[in-house]
């Protein structure tokens, strides 16, 4: 059974963001072409939803998230959970940033 995947507001802002700043410091193409890797990573989350490295956490607000790569922006890293029907996009975060920090906030 193939999981429905939700991006949560968080993470939708963090993917605004991600598509600005692209636009602003590279190029419109460059911004775009991370819109459409973004969906072919969400797409293989979707086909094997436990391809993300579990992240070995005791906190129990961020036990159980994975995180993968954005195909071709290895840097930007798509952190989710799987349940039974969902998969939760909680965050897309760059991976020089606090990622820990930011995690705990939410």
């Known amino acids: 059974m193939k999981r429905v995947l939700h991006v949560l507001p968080a993470a939708d802002q963090d993917i605004e963001q991600c598509f ?6 590279s190029s419109l193409d460059r911004a775009v072409q991370f819109i459409e890797n973004l969906q072919k990573s969400f797409d293989l989350i979707q086909l094997m939803p436990f391809i ?3 992240r070995n956490v005791s906190r129990s607000r ?3 998230l994975r995180k ?3 195909k071709g922006f290895k840097d930007v890293l798509i952190f989710y959970k799987v349940t039974k029907e969902h998969i939760e996009v909680a965050r897309i975060l760059h991976a020089k940033r606090d990622i ?3 995690l705990d906030q939410n």
């Open 20 to 25: 600005l700043y692209l636009r602003d410091e």
């Open 52 to 54: 993300g490295s579990p």
């Open 62 to 64: 961020t036990r159980g």
């Open 68 to 70: 993968w790569p954005v």
């Open 100 to 102: 820990q920090t930011i």
